[in-house]
């Protein structure tokens, strides 16, 4: 496991020899690939794409009104720009006729339901049963957090010490919530499957928003690009110090992605990048 | 027109300072910092003292700010000591259940900034030096995103920079 943290503006050492192609879909996996080329050819699978095949997690509160409609899922649980979903809508729109049907209905129902919140939530549990939310504040589980990175810190000798405890604390973490997230998850058969899984609804449970762009070469390698990672967002250096290294803030959720793929059965290295003070690179390779 | 802003935490320690438009420099900083905190404190225990009942704090401090400040008429009784006013600046005073004190000083014309004070300390101090991990609780302030943040605010106060007449 050799961790390659990198906070200067520098590109990534294992992003420039990858050429990237835009927007090819699942259908046509490893199209770009040749055998002979020496660099594998990464195509890029944006956000809408994960969400359009991976399954309806119950999100964020204010979607919740929509879940009743898979097809209007995609567009209502993105915690994305406005632009962004509007994209989801018109692809819902596409694949299904049945999807325009439904889609105005729900918009309207949504907005005349959101002036009373209490018919809000019995039309919900009428409409679809689903699990309640629980919620915790957020900035109480930072702070606990923090103080866990700090003792871990405190505890250790050294850099690598440090590493490899937040590892196996999120590894645990990140295998028992898959048991949790995937009740009602239809079968993953492909390795990429399970790694949508986790941009969408595992990063969603966790941070309540889905990874903002998965690049795989089809050989094993998937690259995820989280450009508000969440427990770095309050971080910030003293302008005029030397050292300016949060890599500490970012190992247990390598541990969460190397627990999560383990129990789907995959076996996997991940090295990660802070590019910027917010954006994360996580690199995946599958060990075979 | 906006001079400069001073954080005090519990212990009366400066956390932060910084100046944008003052013209003379301070001969001495730490001076000045420890004569405004003891001038506050000494100002606060002593209108506490002098009340024969809890209710009357608020009407001592109420009173001092109408001798000192006639013209005011935004009082809020509810939170006591706003601002000081002297005829060349003007000082602005917000408190934090947690005894944070935030102090901007201004030129006397500018109006209340308690809602400004507030901001700094909502979207500013708590998001980027509570909530940032590597700052050490009442250390001096260093943080980067704090002090953009904290200048963004300040900025845009319409009277930041307005030229006196």
Redesign the interface.
Known sequence: MSNNNNNNNNSPSNDSPLSVSSSVGLSTPGINVTSTSATPSFTGITASQISSSVGNPSISPLASFSQSLPTSLSAANSPLTNTMSSTYHHQAISTSNLASAINPTSNTTASSLSTASSALATANSAAAPTLPQKEISV?CF??LY?EM??YIVKSSRDKTQISKKLEKLGYKVGHKLVEKLTIEQQLLSEVLDVVKFICKVFWIAIFKKSIDSLRTNHKGVFVLTDQRFQWLL????????TTKD?SD?VYFAIGLIKGAMANFGYKSTITFEIQQIHSVVFTIKLET | MIFNIFIFNKSGTCIYYEEWNRKKASPNLQEEQKLLFGMLYSLKSCLSKLSPSPYVYLIFTLLLHYIINPQSNSMDPQTGFHCLTTSTYKLHFYETLSCVKFIVLTDPKTPDLREDLKKIYNSAFV??VI????YQLNSVI??????TQLNQIIKAIPYFNNQEK
């Open positions: 900035s930072e702070f923090i990175i700090d309050h971080l910030s250096f003293d302008p005029n110090s949060c803030y | 998001e980027y909530k940032n991990p590597l260093k943080c980067e995103l704090f002090i």
